[in-house]
């Protein structure tokens, strides 16, 4: 579960929850930049994160709609 929860880069509590992103921008096969609601500081903030493994499938589900790297097959 840790890998899901990161520090709010405006109040500094780590309890964001990257399954729960209002969008998401695929940076690398590893990273991505969210975008997510903070409880704490009643926020909406992006962060630079690894994206966690739980959300591998709908990563390379959502490349492969658009074709996008992630979503193909390199021959």
Do not use: W
Request: one cysteine or more; charged letters at 15%.
């Amino acid at each position: 579960m840790d890998d899901v929860l990161v520090k709010c880069p405006n109040c500094g509590i780590k309890d964001l929850d990257l399954r729960a992103y209002t969008s998401i921008m695929v940076l690398s096969n590893t990273q991505a930049l969210f975008t997510v609601y903070c409880n704490h500081c009643n926020q909406t903030v992006s962060t630079v994160a690894n994206i966690p493994p739980v959300l591998y499938p709908d990563v390379y589900q959502a490349a492969a709609e658009v074709d996008a790297g992630m979503g193909r097959k390199v021959e």
